[in-house]
């Protein structure tokens, strides 16, 4: 994920950037290439930033789970969190 890395560090100083996250900071050497580069990222974004963490139920989680319960498809699996938004209006 270079090009959010190059997003991060452009927008360090001159701009704002708003972001929404499910994974904490802790989760995050995933998505980058190497520790130091994770490192560097969180430092950028979180210098100078104001965090507001929501502790709330997922809207997506449940919009996934009831569309799945309409269908008549029985599991005790939340879809995958790359599943994205609902099709159904």
């Given amino acids: 994920m270079e090009v959010v890395f190059t997003l991060l560090s452009d927008r360090y100083e001159p701009g704002s950037v708003m972001l929404t996250t499910n994974l904490p900071f802790s989760k995050w050497e995933g998505i980058f290439k190497d520790p130091m580069t994770t490192a560097a990222a ?3 974004l979180v210098h100078h930033s104001i965090i507001v963490e929501l502790n709330i139920p997922s809207f997506r ?3 996934a789970k009831s569309n799945v319960q309409s269908l008549g498809v029985e ?3 939340p879809p995958p969190a790359d599943a994205g938004p609902s099709t159904t209006p």
């Fill in 75 to 77: 599991t005790d699996q």
């Fill in 42 to 44: 969180i430092d950028r």
């Fill in 61 to 63: 989680l449940e919009q």
